[in-house]
């Protein structure tokens, strides 16, 4: 009976006591040109605004109670349509949901960088990129924000984020949200959401 009621305990701690959904910001000029966008403060295009549009029907069928959005432009002119088009109130706006800022590899062609950066995701995590942040470093950025917002907030809270804000998320779930910030690599490498799109 106890090593159930102990089971049972462990299986409460993990559960998150607020629900997320991670919602990947418009698109931009850059996207369009497959370019790796990282901390270049890009706006949205007309394609993302759009995009950001159709986001807020899938918020406000969600039911969504608030927005926090990584404090770069696109992130946060997303939110605001959103906002403005769902109804739900843009509650904060934070650097922790920046993407990982890839420094040197910033405005190259994508398709180059994904190789090396899942090279150094595999085998140097710790390794900070000219300009820019580890791997491990953007990680614990990122999941520590996410923990500060389970502390913070009751309900189902949208976070505006980057696709590889989403990425990182789902590579934590997949471990079970652990405390160490542990995260599935292979998660965290596979296809994430398009722009302007949800993931629970």
């Known amino acids: ?57 899938l918020v406000k069928k969600e039911g969504l109670t608030g927005l926090i959005a990584s404090d770069l432009d696109r ?13 739900v109130p843009l509650i904060k706006v ?35 990129i000219d300009g820019g942040e580890s791997f491990n470093e953007f990680k614990d950025r990122f999941i520590e924000g996410i923990k500060k917002v389970r502390k913070s907030y009751k309900g189902k809270i949208g976070i505006v984020t980057h696709y590889r804000g989403d990425r990182i998320y789902c590579a934590w779930k997949a471990k079970g949200f652990p405390d160490n910030n542990e995260v599935d690599i292979k998660e965290f490498n596979k296809l994430g959401i398009d722009p302007g799109k949800l993931n629970k």
Do not use: C
Request: hydrophobic share 35%.
């Open 75 to 87: 992130t946060q002119e997303t939110a605001a349509i959103i906002s403005k088009y769902s109804g």
């Open 1 to 57: 009976m106890n090593n159930l009621m102990d089971k049972k305990k462990n299986i409460a701690k993990k559960m998150p006591n607020t629900e997320i959904v991670i919602i990947r910001h418009g698109s931009t000029k850059l996207n369009n040109a497959n370019k790796i966008r990282g901390w270049i403060d890009v706006p949205l295009d007309e394609k993302g605004k759009q995009e950001a549009k159709d986001a807020a029907k």
């Open 94 to 128: 934070s650097k922790d949901f920046r993407p990982w800022h890839v420094g040197i590899h910033s405005g190259h062609d994508a398709d180059k960088v994904h190789k090396i950066l899942a090279d150094m995701v595999e085998n140097e995590p710790d390794k900070q």
